[in-house]
């Protein structure tokens, strides 16, 4: 690892958090810039995911007020995530490098299509806060927390957004403490894969150490760019940006 590429997977790790926070999308970031230091694509992703536990480190910690008042909520959706983690990982461990190397950029250009599709968080929130108002969450909340859990634990990309979407349409909180939650239970998933993949995959510590180093930074950011930044706008660049990034992987994987 060159200083150069180090450099560029700290500042790749800062944008990677900052991206997902604001709008789900941390490995639109980090997945390419370790494409970018030469990693083939399985070893990518398994390097980028066990880089982002970090990243739910910063986020959580960063998100403490808005938790509060959510432990038993947290802990109902914590089994589901466990276990959408725990398989997620399993199927990325199972699936060939060159078939992954062509599901990728399908898999970016529609989460970049959810993102760029999907309605504002915050109309999304008035909406659930609208319909369920005090009533108790859905018994079926563990597992849609499952099913998005299995496809972060696999790759990743638009799993936040998911996630997101999911809380604030079923428990009726506001955007700052369904993304909050939403930080920890994806947290959890993607610790989970990440173990999984330390101990059964190849992952390059030389890139996931300088990387993680800056998904902790944009972590920790993160949260108070959510309460401030201009929400639409950017969730519309960074989705055009994905599709960009989709085409891109696309040649690359067909040519």
């Known amino acids: 690892m060159s200083v150069p590429e180090f450099l560029l997977l700290v500042a790749a790790g800062v944008g990677a958090g900052l991206t997902g926070s604001i709008a789900g999308l941390a490995s639109l970031v980090s997945y390419p810039a370790l494409l970018a230091t030469g990693l083939p694509p399985v070893t990518a992703n398994v390097t980028n995911t066990v880089a982002l536990v970090l990243n739910a480190i910063g986020s959580v910690s960063a998100s403490r007020p808005e938790l509060r008042g959510q432990g038993r909520r947290t802990v109902r959706l914590a089994?589901?995530?466990?276990?959408?983690g725990a398989a997620g990982a399993a199927l990325l461990l199972s699936t060939p490098s060159e078939a992954f190397e062509r599901i990728v950029p399908w898999l970016v250009a529609g989460a970049s299509l959810v993102l760029l599709l999907q309605r504002p968080p915050r109309a999304l929130a008035a909406q659930g806060m609208a319909a369920?108002?005090?009533?108790?969450?859905?018994?079926?909340?563990?597992?849609?927390?499952?099913?998005?859990?299995?496809?972060?634990?696999?790759?990743?990309?638009a799993a936040g957004v998911m996630m997101l979407a999911l809380f604030l349409l079923t428990t009726g909180e506001g955007l700052a403490r369904s993304n909050a939650l939403r930080n920890v239970v994806l947290g959890l998933a993607n610790t989970v894969a990440a173990v999984a993949f330390v101990l059964l995959a190849p992952?390059?510590?030389s890139a996931a150490l300088p990387l993680a180093l800056g998904l902790f930074a944009g972590g920790r950011l993160g949260p108070r760019?959510?309460?401030?930044?201009?929400?639409?706008?950017?969730?519309?660049?960074?989705?055009?940006?994905?599709?960009?990034?989709?085409?891109?992987?696309?040649v690359q994987a067909y040519s």
């Open 225 to 250: 760019v959510v309460r401030r930044a201009p929400q639409t706008l950017l969730r519309r660049l960074i989705a055009v940006a994905g599709l960009g990034l989709a085409v891109h992987l696309g």
């Open 203 to 205: 992952v390059v510590w």
């Open 132 to 157: 369920r108002g005090a009533a108790p969450d859905p018994r079926w909340l563990p597992l849609g927390t499952f099913a998005v859990a299995v496809y972060g634990g696999y790759f990743g990309a």
């Open 79 to 84: 089994a589901g995530a466990v276990l959408g």
